[in-house]
């Protein structure tokens, strides 16, 4: 791995099937910076390490998505943690 740096942003645990999802800071060797998302199911993980622009688009998506559910009254703001 070429990281120098990994620093913890947030980590949570997403229902309902109990995955851990943790959001790193990663500094690179090549001096370029990628935000990681691990996702923990039991003992598999997945890691995505993506760029500022993804992250703003893959963001502002899971946003818009919550928004809608919670306009239709399907989910209650700030419910599903």
Do not use: C, N
């Amino acid at each position: 791995m070429d990281a120098i740096e990994i620093r913890t942003l947030h980590k949570l645990l997403a229902s309902p099937y109990r995955q851990e999802i943790e959001l790193q800071h990663v500094l690179h060797q090549a001096d370029y910076v990628t935000l990681r998302v691990r996702i923990r199911e039991q003992k598999r993980f997945t890691i995505f390490d993506i760029d500022e622009p993804t992250a703003r688009v893959w963001g502002r998506a899971m946003l818009e998505w919550a928004d809608t559910l919670a306009q239709a009254g399907q989910v209650k703001a700030g419910e599903g943690k």
